[in-house]
């Protein structure tokens, strides 16, 4: 597996066929090579994933400016199915750091779905990137994407500070989970009826750490129980928003060893970590 920067226009062009195979997108919602070429010439960022020959994943990035100084935005990750769950999105993603490091850009950001945990997983455990801005249907009720379907487009925006001594430490492999997770406070988590829905959502706390339940398989939930996946999106709307305006950042992802007892949906349950920025 080769990463490198893309140089030619048939690999801009690729990288258009990637975006409709991915995701399913349809013209209206796919970024045109022009601007992926014009934007990467422009301070941006665009680098394949090559298996021999054949580019089977891209990232591609837009230049931002953030406090004054410049930035990055990641606008697209994608990996082709085949060459999921082997760190071909982690290689891109490292790669993507080492040019922020040598083009002193200090802070990356891209936003991602907080009901998708897996990528949660990656990006918070995985990567050290932290968030504490949430956005309501940032791209509108639905993209032409089967995948981001149902549930409107609300993201997180992650920030990934380049260089941080926390980043460096996640990268090289510290866990971000902190030990006797079973004892911190649980915010929001399920009702534990015999569907999976969201209990009732316990605002005011102040604790330094707490726990925040997410589906842990949105995509299957839909198909599962579409009413169910409607309700965890409106449930976890309303307490992220109300503990980052009271300071809380989202820190990492937890799995737990407990299993849901859900016919259909026996997964390992999923939280999000919530602290204080200065933690």
Known sequence: MQIRHLRHPLEFERCVELQKIIWGFEDRDVVPARLMIIAHQEGGLAMGAFDGNNMIGFIFSIPGRRGGS?????????????????????????????????????????????????????NLNRLGALSHTYYVNLYGEQTSSELQSGLGTDRFLAEWFIGDARTERILQGSDPIPRELEKLTRVLSWNEGSRFLPGEARLGCTEPQLLIEAPPDTQWLKRLDQEAARKWREATRAVFRYYFDHGYWVKALARLQEILQIPKYSLHRAFYLLEPHAN
């Open 70 to 122: 410049f930035s990055q935005h990641s606008h697209m990750l994608g990996v082709l199915e085949d060459y999921r769950d082997q760190g071909v999105g982690r290689m891109l993603k490292l790669a993507q750091y080492r040019d922020a490091v040598e083009r002193g850009i200090g802070v990356i950001t891209w936003t991602f779905d907080p009901l998708e945990t897996k990528n949660a997983f990656l």
